[in-house]
DNA sequence: GTCGCTGCTGGTAGCGCTGTCAACGTTCCT
DNA sequence: AGGAACGTTGACAGCGCTACCAGCAGCGAC
C-alpha cells in the first residue's frame, strides 16, 4: 500500500500496527480489550501509538462496531442551578471514561423530548439519562425498546424503565411541613413557580400534610408556570399575603424563591421568623449565608449526576447494579429562619433510602 | 442485494433511494444541498424519507465526508453561573441547526484546555468555541492550524486567533469603580475569588483607576483562589475589614460575593449604602430584587453565548461575519447598593464597542 | 451543424475501523 | 502420544455514507 497517510494527514490504526510490527486487528484490539494481547505485543502496540500520537476515528469506530460511545442526557433546562449540579457530576464522571456526554434540553417539554429521544436512539447511544418519570406513553415505549442501559433521574417512581436514581419530592415537601407544624406553624403557605412535575409533587406532598392536619386551604397556594426567580418569590409572596395576611409560615418551592420571599419581608419589615417562618427547597449554597440563614430541604445533586452516569457506564459495561432503583433521599437542614417559634433543636427529618420508594408505592395517587 | 435494511433494523439511504426511484447519491444530495436536484426528484425523495422514517447515520456520514457536525465548546466550569447562562445560549443557537455541541469543561486550567483541545481536534469538529484569550503556547498554535472556524468568547483581546466575542473586563472594572467615585466613595476595597485571568483583569480596571486618582493601597484588595461563593464573600469582607476598618465601599468581582458581603453588613448592622456601598459584577437576576437592591455590571452572558454559536455555525457554511471582533459591551446598572451619597442619578457609563478593542490595544500589559 | 456549456444524475471507490471466523501454537489432560 | 482446550493472532468483508468524476440531455453561440 502506498499511502502512509490519511489524505487529512491523521495517523491511522494501520500505521501503529505497521510500526508495532502487528497486523492491524491486533492494535485495533489493543485499544478495545488490552487484556486479550500477549504482553510482547501490548508494549510493542503501545509505544508505536504512543510515538506516532495516534488518536483512534470515532467516526469509523462507530460505523464499524454500529454503537457509539455517546451518553445522551435529556434535561428540562440549562438555567436551572440544580440541574446545573446535576450535569456537574455527570460531567465528573465521565471524564476519564470512553464516553462523551451528548446534552438536550427538552425545556420542560414531553412532546420535546419525544422528539429528542427519537433523534437520540436513531444514533445508538452506549446510554441514556432522562430526566424525571413522566415521559409521553410514546417516549415510554421507545426508552423500554431501547437496546441500551437507561436512567431516570431526579425523581423515583414504582415503575422504572431501567435504572432510576433520585427522591421522593413528595415525602420531602410532607418531611418540610412536618419541620415547621413541630416549630408551632399552622398556617403555612405554599409559593410554587414553573410547575414542572416535581414541583406538581412538592405541591402534593405539602396539600397532604395540610389536609392530613386538617389545615389545608386552597387560598394558601400560590404557584404560577412561570420560570422561577428571586424576583418572582417576592410577587407571589405578595399574592399570599393579599389572601391570607394571618399567614405564618411559608413554605417555597425552590430556594430562589425562598430569597425572594426574605427580601420581599424584610422591604415590609415582616420579621423572619418571628412573623413569618421560610423554608425553602434544594438548599443552594447561599441559604446557609442568608440573613436570617434559610431552612431549606437539602437533595444531593451532584452526587446524583454523578452516581447516575457511574451507574450508566458500569450497566454498558455489562456490570449491572444490584440496586437498580437509588433513592438518595433528603434533608430537612434547619436554620434561623424557622426555629424561633421553639428553642426545640431536635435532629431534622431525614428521607430514608428504599423505604421512601415503598412509601411512593403505597400513595400511589401522586404518582401517575 | 439482498439485504434490505441493516442489521440492526434501521433504515438506510439506500431504501430511501429506491423507494424514491433514485440513486442513492441523489438521495444523499437530497439531504445535503436540496437545491442541487429538480423539483421532482426533490418532492420523491423527500416523501420517501419521511414515508420510511429515514434518520441518517451520522457515524457514516462523518466518516465518508472527513468532517463531522460537532462544534466543540471548551468552558472552564459548569458550576458557575455565568457559563450557565452563556451555555443556553450557544444551546438555544445551535437548536434548529444541523450542528450538535460537544462540551468539555477544562476546570480553569490552561493544560487541561490544551488536552481536551487535542483531543476535540483529532475529530476534526465543524468549529470550535474556547473561552478566552489566555491559551497555552501549544494551545494556540493548534488552533490557528486548526482547518475550522473558531471563536473566542468572554472577552476580548488585541489578537484573535479567529473570531472573538465579548467585552473587556479591564473598562468594565474601571466603569464600576469610577461609578464609585462619582459617588463620593473614596477608600474604595475590591473582593475577589477564584481569580481567572478575568477576574484578575477586573482587578487590573480598578488598580489602574484606584491609581489614576492616586487612592490606590494594597490593602485594599483581598483576594483568593479559591472558588466563589456567597458564604466566601462574606468571609473576604470580613478580612478586608479588619485590614480597612474605614472602607467605604466594596467593588466584588461577581455577584455572589455582592450578595455574601450584603448579608455580612447586615449581620454586622454595616447599613448600605450608607455606611458602605456594594457593586457587583455580571447582574444576576437576584441583585434586583435584595434589600437594598444591589448596584452590578451588566453582561450580555446568553447574548453572548447566542451570537457565538450564530457567527461560529455562519462560519462554517463559509459566510463569515464582516466584523469577527464582536465586543458586546458592559452597563453599570446604578441601584440602591450604591446611590445613596449623591442624588445623582445621571445615565449610567456604558462599554462600546469596537472602541474598547482600541482602548485593550491601547493598554497592553493587561493583555499578554 | 458542431462545439462547449450548464444542470442534473449516476457509478465507482473508498473513509478507518471492527465483527466474525479460522488458524496457529502451546499447554494440559487422559 | 493423541487430542481437547485455551490463548493469541490474522484475513476478510463490510458498516452507511459521500467525494470524485463521468455521462447525458438540452441549450445557445459561432
Redo the contacts between chains.
Keep these: 500500500m502506498g499511502r502512509k497517510r490519511t489524505?487529512?494527514g491523521?495517523i491511522r490504526l494501520a500505521e501503529v500496527a505497521e510500526l508495532a510490527g502487528v497486523s492491524p486487528i491486533t492494535a485495533s484490539r489493543f485499544f478495545r480489550n488490552p487484556e486479550a494481547l500477549s504482553v510482547a505485543k501490548r508494549t510493542r502496540v503501545e509505544s508505536a501509538a504512543k510515538e506516532l500520537g495516534y488518536?483512534p476515528?470515532?467516526?469509523?469506530r462507530?460505523?464499524a462496531s454500529?454503537r457509539?460511545e455517546v451518553i445522551g442526557v435529556l434535561i428540562p433546562s440549562?438555567?436551572n442551578?440544580v440541574f446545573?449540579?446535576v450535569?456537574?457530576g455527570i460531567?465528573d464522571a465521565s471524564?476519564g471514561s470512553r464516553y462523551?456526554?451528548?446534552?438536550s434540553?427538552t425545556r420542560y417539554s414531553i412532546l420535546q423530548e419525544e422528539k429528542l429521544l427519537?433523534?437520540f436512539l436513531?444514533?445508538?447511544p452506549a446510554g441514556l439519562i432522562v430526566t424525571g418519570i413522566d415521559q409521553t406513553a410514546e417516549s415510554r415505549a421507545m426508552l423500554e425498546a431501547a437496546d441500551c442501559p437507561i436512567i431516570q433521574i431526579m425523581e423515583i417512581g414504582p415503575h422504572p424503565v431501567d435504572m432510576m436514581i433520585g427522591f421522593s419530592h413528595y415525602d420531602a415537601a410532607r418531611a418540610a411541613v412536618a419541620h415547621l407544624f413541630a416549630q408551632g406553624h399552622r398556617k403555612i403557605g405554599f409559593v410554587g413557580a414553573r410547575m414542572d412535575p416535581r414541583v406538581q409533587r412538592r405541591l402534593d406532598g405539602y396539600v397532604s400534610a395540610m389536609k392530613d392536619a386538617a389545615l389545608f386551604e386552597q387560598r394558601l397556594v400560590v404557584t404560577t408556570a412561570t420560570p422561577t426567580?428571586?424576583?418572582l418569590?417576592?410577587a407571589l409572596f405578595v399574592d399570599l399575603l393579599a389572601r391570607e395576611p394571618e399567614i405564618d409560615a411559608v413554605f417555597c418551592a425552590n430556594d430562589?424563591l425562598a430569597?425572594?420571599v426574605l427580601?420581599e419581608c424584610?422591604?415590609r419589615d415582616i420579621t423572619v421568623p418571628e412573623q413569618i417562618a421560610i423554608v425553602g427547597f434544594n438548599d443552594l449554597?447561599?441559604m446557609?449565608?442568608?440573613?436570617p440563614t434559610l431552612t431549606s430541604v437539602r437533595t444531593n445533586r451532584y452526587e446524583m449526576g454523578r452516581t447516575a452516569a457511574t451507574m450508566l457506564i458500569e450497566a454498558i459495561e455489562g456490570r449491572r447494579p444490584e440496586q437498580p432503583v437509588l433513592d438518595l433521599g433528603f434533608k430537612v437542614i434547619e436554620r434561623q429562619s424557622s426555629s424561633s417559634r421553639h428553642a426545640d433543636s431536635r435532629p431534622a427529618a431525614a428521607g430514608a433510602g428504599a423505604g421512601a420508594v415503598n412509601k411512593m408505592v403505597a400513595l400511589p395517587s401522586t404518582h401517575d
Excluded at 100 to 103: A, F, K, T, Y
Aim: hydrophobic share 40%; net charge positive; charged share 25%.
Design positions: 489524505k487529512s491523521k488518536v476515528n470515532l467516526a469509523a462507530a460505523l454500529q457509539t440549562l438555567t442551578n446545573s449540579d450535569l456537574r460531567y471524564e462523551s456526554i451528548q446534552l434540553n427519537r433523534l436513531a444514533q445508538k426567580s428571586v424576583t418569590g417576592g430562589d430569597l425572594g427580601f424584610r422591604r449554597e447561599f446557609a449565608s442568608a440573613v
